[in-house]
């Protein structure tokens, strides 16, 4: 079963500071998913990895198969990017329809 | 389109009740996810569907049953409710395509059992 490590568990930032979450894994996977749990409670898919690197607006996300290891970057970050940020793997031997979930990130902005 | 929906939003059980938590998505997705979420803890699966017809267990099914009733709705079922069951519960289907591969979540069921 793979073990999926999140840090940090919690992290406040100043309004427009960089943020960076990690996320790292035990066993050789085929994607790697970022996903947002906002405040109140709802889950949205941020991203979907494979390899490399993949940007979305303010959101970057990168890969590094080799060291399995993920990071979630935030440029210029806002109090609305105040959330719970998941990593989830799929692996890549055993069943494709399953994910394992890491315990999340707190992110809180302030103003 | 409405996406992934789910029923009722809280409920509040006593310990040996029943209950069914209906999910319902319009994307066409043929596979579905029952999760739950605990504090201090990961998603867990409790039971998934690959496709309309067929089922399997995920990582917690004990307590629980589910039903593909067709392609859109994936129903769970608690049969006998204990106190380790209160959680928040989220249904999900999952859309594949070319170099696509995204979970869409319901907006959860929070449970309580006494």
């Known amino acids: 079963k793979n073990e999926v490590e999140q840090s940090p568990q919690n992290l406040t930032a100043q309004e427009g500071e960089f943020i960076t979450i990690n996320c790292s894994y035990s066993v050789g996977i085929s994607a790697l998913h970022w996903l947002q749990q906002h405040p109140g409670g709802g889950i949205v898919s941020l991203f979907m990895l494979s390899s490399g690197k993949k940007k979305h607006g303010r959101l970057i996300a990168t890969i590094n198969i080799q060291e399995k290891h993920s990071s979630l970057h935030i440029t210029a970050s806002h109090p609305r990017d105040s959330a719970v940020y998941i990593c989830?793997?799929?692996?890549?031997?055993?069943?494709?329809?399953?994910?394992?979930f890491g315990k999340g990130t707190l992110l809180t902005v302030n103003p | 389109n409405a996406g992934v929906t789910q029923t009722p939003k809280f409920q509040v059980l006593k310990t040996g009740q029943s209950m069914t938590l209906q999910c319902a998505q319009d994307m066409n997705h043929n596979s579905m996810y029952w999760y739950r979420q605990d504090p201090g803890m990961g998603l867990r699966l409790i039971y998934y569907s690959a496709s309309e017809g067929t089922t399997d267990k995920g990582e917690v099914p004990n307590g629980y049953n589910v039903s593909r009733l067709n392609k859109r709705e994936f129903s769970l079922r608690l049969e006998s409710a204990a106190p380790s069951q209160t959680s928040v519960y989220f249904c999900a289907s999952r859309s594949r395509g070319g170099f696509t591969d995204t979970q869409y979540f319901g907006p959860g069921t929070r449970l309580t059992v006494l």
């Open positions: 989830a793997v799929r692996d890549s031997g055993g069943s494709n329809y399953k994910l394992t």
